[in-house]
C-alpha cells in the first residue's frame, strides 16, 4: 500500500511560481513511477508530469514545470514557473508500478489534490 499526500498549492498571480511536494509512505518508493494530474472545475482531470525511468510533460507546461524526486525523502517535487491562469487547478499526486503513463486510470495511488490558483 501507498499513501500519497500533497502540499504546497496556493494562490499566486500570472507569472508566479509555486513548488507542489507529494510526501510518500509505504513500500518500495524508489521503485515506483510517480505523476501529477489535474483537475480544474467542469474539466476532466488531466496529465501534467510523470518521473520514472524518464520523465514526460503535458506540452503545454514543457519548460515551465519541472517534476523531480528525493529518494531519500520519499518526496516529489512539481516546481511551476511562469504560472498562467489556465494552470488553475485541484493538482493530485499518483503513483504506480510499472513504467512512466499519461493514462490516469494506469496510477493505482492517489493523493486528496491541493489546489493550485493562479490569478489574471
Known amino acids: 500500500q501507498v499513501q500519497l499526500v500533497e502540499s504546497g498549492g496556493g494562490l499566486v498571480q500570472t507569472g508566479g511560481s509555486l513548488r507542489l511536494s507529494c510526501a510518500a509512505s509505504?513500500?518500495?518508493?524508489?521503485?515506483?513511477?510517480l505523476g501529477w494530474f489535474r483537475q480544474a472545475p467542469g474539466k476532466e482531470r488531466e496529465f501534467v508530469a510523470t518521473?520514472?525511468?524518464?520523465?514526460v510533460y503535458k506540452d503545454s507546461v514543457k519548460g515551465r514545470f519541472t517534476i523531480s524526486r528525493d529518494k531519500a525523502k520519499n518526496t516529489v517535487y512539481l516546481q511551476m514557473n511562469r504560472l498562467e491562469p489556465e494552470d488553475t487547478a485541484v493538482y493530485h499526486c499518483?503513483?504506480?508500478?510499472?513504467?512512466?503513463?499519461?493514462?490516469?486510470?494506469?496510477?493505482?495511488?492517489w493523493g486528496q489534490g491541493t489546489q493550485v490558483t493562479v490569478s489574471s
Open positions: 499518483a503513483a504506480r508500478w510499472g513504467p512512466v503513463s499519461v493514462v490516469s486510470s494506469e496510477y493505482a495511488y
Open positions: 518521473i520514472g525511468g524518464n520523465t
Open positions: 509505504g513500500r518500495a518508493f524508489n521503485v515506483l513511477t
